[in-house]
């Protein structure tokens, strides 16, 4: 079992910039992978991005590219998210997720969630 607990949302401006963080416990995370989903208002869940524990390689989806970058402190079992150049789109519930083994979208874990809303 993997827990997850995400933070680091809130309410900012568009242009500014946040840094989610994913705090993990539980087993280990060696040949995991974890990542980020966002659920806007209305719509499906997206995927944002994921990084493989081992080697820090990274995916991300393409409508955030340039602007997100994820990350890891092996010492805190914690994967962030900095999302830079907010935009009032950008406002979503983020989740953070994890699945051992290889998988671009991770899913079997899942934290509760850490609301985003961007004002224009």
Do not use: H
């Amino acid at each position: 079992q993997v827990q997850l607990v995400e933070s680091g949302g809130g309410l900012v401006q568009a242009g500014g910039s946040l840094r989610l963080s994913c705090a993990a416990s539980g087993r280990t995370l060696i040949g995991s992978m974890l990542g980020w989903v966002r659920q806007a208002p209305g719509k499906e869940r997206e995927f944002v991005g994921s990084i493989r524990w081992s080697d820090r390689q990274t995916w991300y989806a393409d409508s955030v590219k340039g602007r997100f970058t994820i990350s890891k402190d092996n010492a805190k079992n914690t994967m962030y998210l900095q999302i830079n150049s907010l935009k009032p789109e950008d406002t979503a519930v983020y989740y953070c997720a994890a699945e051992l083994g290889f998988t671009l979208r991770p899913g079997k874990y899942w934290g509760q969630g850490t609301q985003v809303t961007v004002t224009s």
